[in-house]
Nanobody, 122 residues
């Protein structure tokens, strides 16, 4: 079993910054990709940013230049530095990991964290 625990959400004013963290634990051989998604009230869950173990990143257009994703592979942890926050960044931020559970296994399994609320006031 794999658990993802997020932290770092909160209430911030427009233009402020927050840093989210997500730590994966459990039966993990390797993690191919970790990333962040957000869900605003009444809307679907959308990609914010992802990063592979090799360092390749992918960002939503709306956050490019403001958010930075990073990983500590040794700690199975992913971070999201969010700067110049806007009210439209408000939502629940979920961490996702694509995990290889055991050596020699090629399948990856998708796990989600419980989510952390980010609220940006205008």
């Amino acid at each position: 079993q794999v658990q993802l625990v997020e932290s770092g959400g909160g209430l911030v004013q427009t233009g402020g910054s927050l840093r989210l963290s997500c730590a994966a634990s459990g039966t993990i051989f390797s993690i191919n990709s970790m990333g962040w998604y957000r869900q605003a009230p009444g809307k679907q869950r959308d990609l914010v940013a992802t990063q592979t173990t090799g360092g390749m990143t992918n960002y939503a257009d709306s956050v490019k230049g403001r958010f930075t994703i990073s990983r500590d592979n040794a700690k199975n942890t992913v971070y999201l530095q969010m700067n110049s926050l806007k009210p439209e960044d408000t939502g629940v931020y979920y961490c996702k990991a694509l995990v290889v559970l055991t050596r020699g296994q090629s399948n990856t399994y998708r796990y989600w964290g419980q989510g952390t609320q980010v609220t940006v006031s205008s």
